[in-house]
T-cell receptor
Framework: EDQVTQSPEALRLQEGESSSLNCSYT??????LFWYRQDPGKGPEFLFT???AGEEKEKERLKATLTKKESFLHITAPKPEDSATYLC???????????????FGKGTKLSVKP | DGGITQSPKYLFRKEGQNVTLSCEQN?????MYWYRQDPGQGLRLIYY???????QKGDIAEGYSVSREKKESFPLTVTSAQKNPTAFYLC???????????????FGPGTRLTVL
């Protein structure tokens, strides 16, 4: 069964304290892996798409990387405004009835204290 | 500005009532989706539509219904058959999930439904 697991569930950092969020996945074949940011009471905001192992994408203090079994979202010198829940989703290359649909993890809630 | 709008932002339902959540997009996307989000759980797919006048059940379609009469609109009705409808509902769209395309989905702001 296709599955996405994010860890940790919650992460508290001091401003400037770099860290990483993990997204591990088990799918028959990976078409794409997606990272989203979600603020409380709002819809997820698209951040990155990663297509193949070894790929990296960067945006401001965020850098996403991908291996064959997991993805990391690295946060460098975070600021309080980076506080949010970060969601990971995968698109599998299965050819069943739900072809192309995303499988979401439960998210990591990040809190950055000044 | 292109984007996805959902209305209302907050919705209250009495027991036994049907309610309809609106979702409109002006991104010219073919595919649209409805998700439900509960605390501590990942997003769960309710229904999706890959093209006008066609839609498929997702993982938790029981107690919900949809229509797709226009490319821009994908309303969700929460029926009285849905036993636990209190949740945050999210609408999303993407260019197309068919074939080898990548399914980057873009989300609306959400509707919070509460059953009284």
């Amino acid at each position: 069964e296709d599955q996405v697991t994010q860890s940790p569930e919650a992460l508290r950092l001091q401003e400037g304290e770099s860290s990483s969020l993990n997204c591990s996945y088990t799918v028959s074949g990976l078409r794409g892996l997606f990272w989203y940011r979600q603020d409380p009471g709002k819809g997820p905001e698209f951040l990155f798409t990663l297509y193949s192992a070894g790929e990296e994408k960067e945006k401001e203090r965020l850098k996403a990387t991908l291996t064959k079994k997991e993805s990391f979202l690295h946060i460098t010198a975070p600021k309080p405004e980076d506080s949010a829940t970060y969601l990971c989703a995968v698109q599998a290359t299965n050819y069943g009835g739900s072809q192309g649909n995303l499988i979401f993890g439960k998210g990591t809630k990040l809190s950055v204290k000044p | 500005d292109g984007g996805i709008t959902q209305s209302p932002k907050y919705l209250f339902r009495k027991e036994g009532q049907n309610v309809t959540l609106s979702c409109e997009q002006n991104l010219n996307h073919d595919a649209m989706y409805w998700y439900r989000q509960d605390p501590g759980q990942g997003l769960r797919l309710i229904y999706y539509s890959q093209i006008v006048n066609d839609f498929q059940k997702g993982d938790i379609a029981e107690g919900y219904s949809v229509s797709r009469e226009k490319k821009e609109s994908f309303p969700l009705t929460v029926t009285s058959a849905q036993k636990n409808p209190t949740a945050f509902y999210l609408c999303a769209s993407s260019t197309s999930p068919f074939g080898w395309t990548y399914n980057e989905q873009f989300f609306g702001p959400g509707t919070r439904l509460t059953v009284l």
